[in-house]
């Protein structure tokens, strides 16, 4: 009996050890947003009908703020995408982007990758956003993908998106990054 109250003690020891570094990095979250079919081409337009697919946003622990994984389905065959997130200037994002179309306040859309959809126009994407690119703060955004025009030149035509009214809120708090 004593010697299992010990090994008791010493184990609630190292956790109360343990657990001020695994909370000084950040919280680690987990959000799950479905898309939405949108009207006339415009993401502020989202309609009541599921699309249906998901953009799931998980904010881990270390050198990553965001990881952004998602998949839609019922998108033309064989064709390609772009992936957009709404006011990532809003926590001062500096990593890549294909095409930023913003103000100075930070509030506008960020084109962040391009996809693919397969014979069942059916497709997946994944993002990583290091710490070190987006600053600290929570902000609203949406996501989208957009038809690509045949020259890159523009934004294509929104075909379905996340909600606009409310948007998502995330969070990011980087201890490792900015």
């Not at 946003?57 to 998602?70: D, E, Q, R, Y």
């Not at 959809?117 to 994407?125: K, N, R, Y």
């Not at 902000?139 to 045949?150: E, I, L």
């Amino acid at each position: 009996m004593r010697k299992s109250l010990g090994v008791l003690i010493s184990v609630l020891a190292l956790m109360t050890l343990l657990t001020p570094v695994a909370l000084a990095g950040k919280s680690v979250s987990n959000l799950q947003v479905p898309f939405y079919v949108t009207n006339n081409c415009v993401s502020e337009h989202t309609s009541d009908v599921l699309a249906g697919g998901k953009v799931i946003v998980v904010n881990p622990m270390g050198n990553t703020a965001l990881n952004i994984t998602g998949n839609v389905v019922g998108l033309m065959p064989d064709t390609q995408y772009s992936f957009w997130m709404r006011n990532l200037g809003q926590v001062a994002y500096s990593g890549p982007s294909l095409l930023v179309l913003s103000d100075s306040s930070g509030v506008g859309w960020w084109e962040l990758l391009y996809f693919t959809t397969d014979a069942d126009g059916a497709g997946s994407l994944h993002l990583t956003i290091p710490a070190d690119s987006l600053g600290n703060g929570t902000f609203s955004t949406q996501f989208a993908v957009n038809t690509m025009p045949p020259d890159f030149s523009s934004y294509g035509c929104t075909v379905v998106s996340t909600p606009y009214d409310p948007m998502v809120s995330i969070s990011v708090s980087n201890y490792f990054g900015s």
